[in-house]
């Protein structure tokens, strides 16, 4: 089976080395004055560029100042000065344009995937009899003229044109332009498994759709819209240290303007050359180069992995996170829940049981619905005949029942134990005690064994209401979950599984896979309870689910992660989607967002020591020649005040071709304490930042002091 990590992989090498033209043509583009306003330390690099420029060309008219000393700049140094500062910011502008490239080569598979298509629209859906629309009139529209609400038939070899729930058959779905996996799923009406994404391919049989959004604004679509366009998007993190690192520019501006006159009494003028690589070689130049870098990058760190995100606030709070609620169904388990067995309540007969249970389940779509109505036919009840007499009474998160009315004023429901007893109490049909004790012996022993109880209770016209047994409910867990819940817990991640299942069942489960907590039993309201325990509690809270009812948790958490086969209200409620519905991928979000935060924290430490080294190679050359006591500072013994300003400049660009990768990679990062892991990355990178920066500087001062004049 190929993975969505291997897919796009294979993509990557086929798209390994992006055309330098294209690269260097978009670095170039952000020059532009409009587009560097949104880093104001770039566009004060340009700024300088821009003035070092203009004096290297009027130089030659009127003659260059001297240096500090009484001497003279050599000849040709305001131009190789200024070619230096454009190339400053040619670099930092390509780290961008690099990150960019990288991650449209993922996003342009997925949105490939999206192709436009011709729809074969049912007209007039919602007055046929028949729910197949194998009778209906069907024309041919081009996908984009779909809208939310309009039906449309999905046939083996069709692609399907956008997203939509299927409200009609079952199918096998190619679904690998999305997710990256080879194996075909199963899309059917209702249930957790019957959202189907624009893009996907029905491999076989016949299905019909309810579309949910207009082509070309699916969640998917969204998300990429997002992701290629991430540089624009700034989380609040990164606004804040946007905002600082252009107060810190000023005050460097402030100092470089005022400099001339402050030492007008005793030394001669600075040049304007000199004044412009001071103020740019000690700005935070590299950080502001490379931040954005490490955002885009991550975010398309996470589409290799099968995430995608709608904006870095997201994945910034993911590094954050310290507590995960994980919904059951369907997303710790397979989510396709089978009956497997009827067991009547005391003198019940198995027969009722098992007819009540089929007939309540003609119109329940769900895997739940038709496996009953399987498992009672393969016992000899059936339900021929019965479709089209009584009412059909829909589940809901609220009541968790589901059953039929039918027209000799017997009512039938199925549904949780708690649900079915506050039912019968409603309807007027009291329980007694020893009812009671007998129905929560049986539906524990089941929970038990790990499987769901189902509650299976009647109420004649007229007569009083009584529970005839419950269905045996099977699901499995997904697989390698309880290793990954594991490694959670060794980040320091507090678990929490949240569902609508007995208690029981929810007790098994959880201490099959090891979660630290659970909540059986539980509501909507119940899971937002829950987030909002936690958050008042001081924890950044993660939610994953794939059901409608899971909407409101997933708005509330501070990262929602909706799966592939969500409902349409998940994904509009989620700030991520998973597409391969893995929600192990939750140890990958958190892993790559603190590895973020590690690596910025290691790009300021490294960015700070080479700011001290050349604070030593800078400031002493500007005024040895005025005082000689200076010469005592020049502790990398640079050769000259010009060299070793060209030197300083020079090494500038070369740093930042140093960090580029690390930016673009990321710091190595285990699955450790996030303060330990920034501790040891500061001091590594502090004191590689003073080393590199004191070979680096010499290095260059050794070549540049060949050059005559220098």
């Not at 969500?566 to 998973?578: C, H, L, Q, S």
Request: charged share 20%.
């Amino acid at each position: 089976m190929v993975t969505q990590e291997e897919s796009v992989r294979s993509r990557g090498r086929r798209s390994a080395f992006l055309p330098l033209g294209r690269l260097l043509l978009a670095s170039l583009r952000k020059f532009d004055p409009r587009i560097l306003w949104s880093n104001p330390v770039l566009l004060i690099t340009w700024a300088g560029a821009v003035l070092t420029t203009i004096v290297a060309i009027v130089e030659p008219f009127v003659g260059g100042p001297p240096q500090s000393d009484g001497t003279w700049l050599p000849p040709g140094f305001s131009w190789a000065i200024a070619v230096c500062l454009w190339l400053t910011l040619l670099t930092a502008t390509f780290a961008e344009s690099l990150a960019e490239g990288l991650g449209h080569t993922q996003t342009s598979a997925l949105r490939a995937s999206q192709t436009r298509v011709e729809a074969h629209q049912v007209l007039h859906y919602d007055s046929l009899r028949d729910a197949s629309a194998r009778t209906a009139q069907i024309r041919e529209v081009p996908a984009v003229d779909l809208r939310p609400g309009d039906v449309i038939v999905a046939e083996a070899g069709d692609v399907i044109p956008t997203d939509g729930e299927v409200v009609w058959g079952i199918g096998m779905v190619d679904e690998s332009p999305i997710t990256g996996e080879s194996a075909p799923v199963i899309r059917e009406a209702g249930g957790d498994r019957s959202s189907v994404t624009g893009g996907t391919k029905m491999m076989s049989d016949r299905i019909v759709v309810r579309v949910r959004q207009v082509s070309g604004s699916s969640a998917v679509d969204k998300m990429i819209d997002l992701a290629e366009r991430a540089h624009r998007l700034k989380a609040p993190k990164e606004l804040a240290l946007t905002a600082l690192l252009s107060s810190f520019s000023l005050s460097f501006v402030l100092v470089a303007v005022t400099l001339n006159a402050i030492v007008s009494p005793v030394a001669k003028p600075i040049s304007i050359p000199i004044l412009v690589s001071l103020v740019v070689c000690l700005i935070p130049t590299e950080i502001a180069a490379l931040m954005s870098v490490t955002g885009i990058a991550s975010m398309h760190k996470l589409l290799r992995h099968g995430v995608l995100v709608d904006s870095g606030h997201a994945l910034e709070t993911a590094g954050d996170l310290t507590a995960v609620l994980l919904d059951k169904t369907g997303t710790i388990t397979q989510g396709r829940r089978r009956a497997t067995d009827f067991a009547p309540l005391d003198d019940a007969r198995r027969g009722d049981l098992i007819r009540a249970a089929a007939i309540c389940s003609i119109d329940d779509p769900t895997t739940e619905g038709t496996s009953i109505i399987q498992l009672a036919g393969s016992l000899g009840v059936g339900v021929e005949g019965e479709e089209t007499t009584g009412k059909n009474v829909r589940f809901s998160a609220q009541t968790r029942m589901s059953g039929r009315d039918m027209p000799n004023g017997l009512s039938i429901r199925k549904g949780a134990e708690s649900a079915i007893l506050a039912w019968l109490k409603h309807v007027g049909s009291q329980q007694t005690r020893e009812t009671e004790d007998s129905l929560r012996q049986l539906t524990e022993s089941v929970a038990r064994s790990g499987d769901t109880p189902l509650v299976v209770a009647v109420k004649p016209a007229g007569g009083a209401g009584r529970v005839l047994g419950v269905i045996h409910l099977k699901d499995t867990v997904k697989p390698s979950l309880s290793s990954r819940i594991q490694d959670l817990r060794s980040l320091g991640v507090k678990t929490v599984m949240v569902t609508g299942d007995n208690p029981l069942t929810a007790k098994t489960i959880a201490a099959e896979i090891g979660v630290d907590d659970f909540l059986g039993d539980a509501t909507p309201e119940d899971k937002l309870a829950v987030i909002t325990k936690e958050q008042a509690a001081g924890h950044f809270v993660a939610m994953t689910g794939d059901g409608a009812n899971d909407a409101p948790a997933l708005a509330q958490a501070d990262v929602g992660m909706a799966m592939n086969t969500a409902t349409g209200a998940a994904k509009e409620a989620a700030n991520m989607i998973i597409l391969d519905d893995d929600p192990t991928k939750i140890v990958d979000i958190i892993e790559i967002g603190r590895r973020q935060m590690a690596t910025r924290g290691a790009l300021i430490t490294f960015n700070i020591a080479n700011d001290l080294v050349r604070y030593f190679t800078l400031f002493p050359a500007l005024f040895s020649g005025t005082f000689p006591g200076l010469n005592r500072l020049n502790l990398l013994h640079l050769h000259s005040v010009p060299s070793a300003v060209l030197s300083t400049v020079i090494f500038s660009i070369v740093v930042m071709g140093i960090l580029l990768p690390l930016a673009l990679f990321g710091v190595p990062y285990r699955l450790a304490d996030l303060g330990r892991a920034l501790t040891r990355n500061m001091l590594f990178y502090g004191l590689g930042g003073v080393l590199v920066a004191a070979v680096g500087i010499k290095a260059i001062d050794l070549v540049v002091m060949l050059v005559p004049g220098y």
